[in-house]
């Protein structure tokens, strides 16, 4: 199923923004930490976690005329998710907002990651419903390079972006957890000592071939 308009989209249950990231990741990283509250750390999730800790916390400074806001909470009620900016910078022109630019802040050296674009872009739209005004931009800033990548927030991404609201909510609701991806992610992944990915999936593969079996 794909959806084109935000009407389109069912919200019956809230969802966290880092959720749908997590989902974009790998769809079992998000049952397992949301579904079946197992949440792990390794090094880089608790570098990232310490880092985001410092930009979360709530701050609010003026820079001419642009009003930078941290931590600012997020929601869209139609859409049915919520969460946190790292950074929002409003820009106003005789007291009107002109412009309006979410920046999440990821540990790691600047690359595109399409998950990192689906966190911006649900930012992006919580910020639209709330002040009812276009967002049409915004950045993801990789803190390990001190560079920061600009993200349209285009059609395209909006539509990915409702297609994984949907995904993820309607994976949360049937209460299963996917089978593991066990690829490349694996290998950064906190979650890979309670997923146990490589395992998880050669017992799929015997227990298939053994309802399977070669003639
Ligand atoms: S270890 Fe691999 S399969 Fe398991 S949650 Fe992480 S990325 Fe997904």
Known sequence: MSFSTLSEVPSTLWLPLSALQAYRFCPRQ???????????????????????????????????????HRGLRLFHDDLGIHGVADLVEITYQDQQITSIFPVEYKYGRRKREE?????????????????????PLGAIFHISSHRRRDVSIDADLRRSL?????????????QKTPPPAADQRCRLCAQ??????????????HRSSLQHPIE
């Open 192 to 205: 890979a000592d309670s997923c146990l990915p490589f395992a998880s999936k050669k017992l799929r593969e």
């Open 30 to 68: 998000s049952a397992l930490i949301h579904n079946e509250q197992i949440f792990d750390e390794n090094l880089y999730t608790l570098r990232g976690r310490l880092e985001h800790e410092r930009v979360h916390e709530e701050g609010f400074e003026i820079k001419g005329q642009t009003h930078l």
């Open 115 to 135: 998950h990192d674009d689906i966190q911006l872009a649900a930012q992006a739209l919580c910020l639209e419903f709330m002040f009812r005004l276009s967002v």
């Open 162 to 174: 409702f297609d994984t609201i949907h995904a993820l909510r309607q994976m949360l609701l049937s």
